[in-house]
């Protein structure tokens, strides 16, 4: 095997060379000294191309790790590392090993073997114009990259390590113990729910604490040993009330990011959802392809159908309807729901309005009308923040309200103004009837859904590309942008994406799910076996490139579907 000096020499001898010779060092090994080995596994074809793809081979007897025999504990040691590696290449400004944000993901970065410990990175090799520099190009690899390994993983900091992973498998724990105990979501006491600013999600200094009321107090013993007090959610129609920034709208983010762990520290470290959680808003002009909104939109004064309902250019109520409906293909048991990102008239109509505008004339069934329904009937369980009605008093179940960030139960009394409909014990039956059978829990959106194919079978706008149908494979761009040929996803209104690696990850996802979509199954059924594919043999198994797969991060099912519904070239 080739030697750290050996790296050096090889360096030095393409300086001044074009920028292609870069490609004569892929693939062959450099010891860096203890058994640390440096492959760079792609080369870039030219300084402005996407960055380098290299790795390092790094033997357990070097730093000392061992292998966590579970998931969430394998998620937790790689994530401990992975941030380990980025703050000792913080001042790298050629190497890359990710920028991991406030929440613990599966990601590509690191991989714990059995013997050996596999660190992915991307380095931006030097050039001046478009020769190599070869003497920076040195002191990046065989300088830098060592100094970055000693300080981060030669030893590794083992009673950090064992702090992080014990933290990730109680919070694995405790969501588990809400489907035991009938809760969709936990927030601890002390918890720090508001964010320093609109661009940071870093936890906001001095802070009111979260507090739970007595009446919905829950405690819960974490393996770790550690005793736990907070508010539980409970399964069925909870309101979230309150004057405006008191707290509404944040409590619900931090429910709707508590369906990944976060780091000791953020503040939301014990704000743990049901897994399952979906995100529910109004997404004006998005594309709708064959979905069934008729539970809600029916009798178009157009005559278009809503049994299989399709647009490019949804409105604020349609849109809804749809994501509603998607959500529940997705196997979504929590709908989490703010007033303010909704369409009014998708979710309430109220006494006036009905007296002015005959039920028969208006082919909206409000989301009032179902919410119960959903529970009772589907077991969806619904979280809402209602900001400028009431409406949804009398079929909550529980009602919290918010002041200057201080929770209180106000059920009793929303019931009270809610008068006879408190009781809400007919909304199921307002909405199938009262002798109807219960609707089927299997996915409503009963389309095996794939991009459109063009004669020779090139996809949509594709130009070729073995694997693809002609076209490129897709591309991310940032957290909200998929690329798909010459088609583009906006995932902007996807709130529960929280990082542009797992944008990444739905792309390569994508190209993996499109040979699957080939009309015999539902876009459910081919997720599954995606998602038992990197069950089964990690986040490679989607990778573009053999070898090194890129940095990425694992991403939600549902957010998975929800850019595959919302590609236009759809059918």
Not at 321 to 327: I, S
Not at 470 to 477: E, T
Request: glycine share 12%.
């Amino acid at each position: 095997m080739r030697t750290l000096d050996d790296l050096s020499r090889d360096l030095h001898r393409l300086d001044g060379k074009p920028y292609g010779a870069y490609r004569d060092l892929t693939g062959t090994a450099y010891d860096l000294g203890g058994g640390c080995v440096f492959v760079l596994d792609r080369a870039q074809t030219d300084p402005y191309a996407p960055a380098s793809l290299a790795h390092l081979e790094i033997p357990d007897s070097v730093s000392g790790l061992s292998l966590p025999g579970d998931r969430p504990g394998l998620i937790g040691a790689e994530d401990f590392l992975t941030r380990a590696l980025v703050r000792a290449a913080a001042r790298e400004r050629d190497l890359s090993f990710g920028r991991p944000g406030q929440e613990i993901l599966e990601r590509t970065t690191v991989r714990l073997g059995a013997e050996s410990t596999t660190v992915r990175f991307t380095v931006q090799l030097p050039a001046r114009g478009r020769r190599i520099l070869g003497r920076a190009a040195a002191g990046t690899l065989t300088g830098a990259l060592p100094g970055i390994v000693d300080a981060a993983l030669r030893p590794v900091a083992a009673a950090e390590l064992d702090a992080w992973v014990t933290h990730a498998r109680d919070v694995a724990f405790l969501r588990r113990w809400l489907a035991d105990e009938d809760l969709v979501a936990f927030v601890g006491d002390g918890a720090v729910l508001p964010r320093r600013s609109g661009d940071s999600d870093q936890p906001l200094a001095d802070a009111v604490p979260f507090a739970t009321p007595d009446t919905l107090r829950r405690e819960v013993s974490l393996p770790s040993g550690r005793v736990l007090a907070g508010m539980g959610v409970p399964a069925g129609v909870t309101v979230i009330v309150g004057g405006g920034y008191h707290g509404k709208s944040t409590l619900l983010r931090a429910i709707q990011r508590g369906v990944y762990p976060h780091i000791p520290g953020d503040g939301r470290e014990w704000v743990v959802t049901r897994a399952d959680a979906v995100s529910v808003r109004a997404e004006d002009g998005r594309a709708v392809s064959g979905v069934d909104i008729s539970p809600f939109i029916s009798g178009l004064p157009s005559g278009q159908d809503t049994v299989s309902f399709s647009t490019t250019n949804a409105s604020g109520s349609t849109s809804q309807a749809a994501n509603l409906v998607e959500a529940l293909e997705t196997g979504a048991t929590t709908l989490l729901i703010d007033e303010d990102t909704s369409a009014t008239n998708f979710m309430l109509r109220d006494s006036r309005m009905r007296a002015l505008i005959s039920p028969d004339k208006e082919p909206i069934t409000p989301f009032v009308e179902r919410v119960r329904a959903l529970y009772e009937r589907l077991g969806v369980s619904t979280v809402l923040v209602a900001s400028g009605s009431g409406a949804f008093f009398g079929v909550a179940d529980h009602v919290i309200a918010l002041d200057s960030y201080r929770v209180s139960d106000v059920t009793d009394r929303a019931h009270e103004l809610a008068g006879e409909e408190a009781g809400a014990g007919a909304a199921a039956d307002q909405v199938f009837g009262a002798d109807s059978a219960a609707p089927d829990r299997s996915p409503v959106l009963k389309v095996a859904a794939k991009p459109s194919r063009g004669k020779g079978g090139r996809g949509k706008g594709g130009k070729g590309g073995p694997g693809h149908g002609g076209r490129k494979p897709a591309g991310a761009k940032g957290r909200t942008t998929i690329r798909l040929g010459r088609d583009s996803v906006d995932l902007g209104p996807a709130e529960q994406l929280v990082d542009p690696a797992q944008t990444t990850g739905i792309a390569h996802v994508i190209d993996k799910l499109e040979p699957l979509l080939d009309g015999t199954r539902t876009l459910a059924e081919a997720v599954d076996e995606v998602e038992a594919t990197m069950d089964r043999d990690g986040l490679d198994a989607v990778a573009p490139y053999r070898g090194h797969p890129g940095l990425f991060a694992r991403p939600r099912r549902h957010e998975i579907m929800a850019a595959v519904n919302r590609f236009r070239g759809l059918r």
